[in-house]
């Protein structure tokens, strides 16, 4: 089953020909997901091919043009192409206010209802959960509020050794009990699961720090995770432009990689005055080695 990341926007925050603003399109086992929401989404949705009539949830980490403007397009194309699904976002209050007005003042009416979901950006929020994942939205440091993003699939269930089972002679009840790493008693003996179960699939987790200064105090919000995407507006050289404005540098995402031990990292958000990214890999990779800087339409999957 997947779970696969497409960058839709690698870019800052001017748009530029082929660097658009952040959006990203996340798909855990059909469950699809949007990750910001710059301008011009909607066609990097079609661009690359994403199912987007199928996303149900959407992610806003904060209200800079460049990660939020896209809404405004995307709802109406929803709309114009006869959404009916309520969709649900995930944002700052402020921006419900904003879409009313919008819609109030170009006497507009989508066909389809919005949940709004408003961020905590003082502390770790459970966003969402079915039975396969669980969202998260945690604080990250920039110069207004701002949050990441931890989309973690649940551990699955133990897998039954069906041999074992047979053998034993096991019903359905007892073998609910032996998945869930629970021992069972069968004609007064102990069965236990670990003799008759081998480890499900393991959990796989994305992590996204939208934009953030560079701050440890993410870490323990994004310890471990298989892949971790972390903002690289500017290179060293331009280091004290990123702590005014509250943006990081390659090496500085680097750092939050290595110090959160995660699998891989992408860096993106590149400021539009770069037009080669190279440098931003080249930066990074001394610190973590596992590091990709992002283009529009790169996918990344993680694999069970
Ligand atoms: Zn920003």
Do not use: W
């Not at 089972?165 to 073998?175: A, M, T, W």
């Not at 995407?229 to 939050?256: N, W």
């Amino acid at each position: 089953m997947k779970f696969e990341l497409t960058i839709l926007g690698c870019g800052g925050a001017i748009p530029t020909l082929d660097k658009k603003p952040t959006s990203q399109y996340l798909n855990v086992q059909d469950r699809h997901f949007l990750i910001d929401c710059g301008e011009g989404t909607q066609i990097q949705l079609r661009k690359f091919k994403c199912k987007f009539s199928k996303i149900d949830h959407v992610f806003i980490s904060h209200l800079h043009g460049d990660h939020f403007l896209g809404i405004f397009g995307y709802l109406s194309t929803l709309s114009l192409l006869g959404r009916t699904n309520t969709l649900n976002i995930y944002a700052p209050k402020d921006l419900e206010s904003l879409i009313e007005a919008h819609n109030e003042i170009s006497g507009k009416k989508y066909n389809f209802n919005l949940n709004f979901i408003s961020l905590d950006f003082k502390k770790s929020t459970k966003l969402f959960e079915d039975n396969v994942l669980e969202v998260f939205s945690f604080p990250v440091n920039h110069t207004v509020e701002c949050c990441g993003f931890l989309f973690r699939e649940k551990t699955s269930k133990r897998k039954i050794i069906k041999d074992e089972i047979k053998k034993l002679g096991l019903g359905i009840e007892d073998i609910k009990k032996l998945k869930n790493s629970e021992d069972c008693v069968l004609n007064g003996l102990t069965v236990k699961y670990e003799d008759v179960t081998t480890l499900g699939k393991k959990s796989r987790s994305y992590a996204y720090c939208a934009d953030t200064k560079y701050d440890e105090k993410i870490i323990q919000h994004i310890k471990n995770v298989d892949l971790l995407y972390h903002e690289s507006t500017f290179l060293e050289e331009l280091k004290s432009k990123a702590t005014k404005t509250k943006h990081s540098t390659p090496s500085q995402a680097a750092k939050i990689a290595l110090l959160a031990n995660v699998g891989s990292l992408i860096i993106g958000h590149f400021s539009a005055r770069y037009d080669n990214v190279d440098l931003f890999k080249q930066q990074a990779v001394k610190i973590f080695k596992n590091t990709t800087a992002a283009y529009d339409g790169y996918t990344f999957q993680i694999k069970n």
